[in-house]
Nanobody, 118 residues
Framework: QVQLVESGGGLVQPGGSLRLSCAAS????????MTWVRQAPGKGLEWVSG????????YYADSVKGRFTISGDNAKNTLYLQMNSLKPEDTAHYYC???????????WGQGTQVTVSS
């Protein structure tokens, strides 16, 4: 069955960095568009970044462009999100998700918490 398991979250000071990982199993990772979505306390879901794991295309929300980098390792079936220059407003629960098509996510991981605070 399809599984997505995130890791790498934690507490970091403003300006710091973290790398999130999402280990995927149960499907052909390189055949899907994968995304990172976050939810800040008391707020709705916010799409952060996406990647066509079968090709070079990557996409970012304006709020993270230039600071975050999405990548995928098809040999390891793993999605990454390198987060640099973190800000307090990046504090959220971060989820990886598989896109089924038409911007619909059909599988989600359990998420990993990122807290940016001094």
């Amino acid at each position: 069955q399809v599984q997505l398991v995130e890791s790498g979250g934690g507490l970091v000071q403003p300006g710091g960095s973290l790398r999130l990982s999402c280990a995927a199993s149960g499907f052909t990772f390189s055949s899907y568009y994968m995304t990172w979505v976050r939810q800040a306390p008391g707020k709705g879901l916010e799409w952060v970044s996406g990647i066509n794991t079968g090709g070079p295309n990557t996409y970012y929300a304006d709020s993270v462009k230039g600071r975050f980098t999405i990548s995928g390792d098809n040999a390891k079936n793993t999605l990454y999100l390198q987060m640099n220059s973190l800000k307090p407003e990046d504090t959220a629960h971060y989820y990886c998700a598989r896109e089924a098509g038409g911007a619909t996510m059909d599988y989600w991981g359990q998420g990993t918490q990122v807290t940016v605070s001094s």
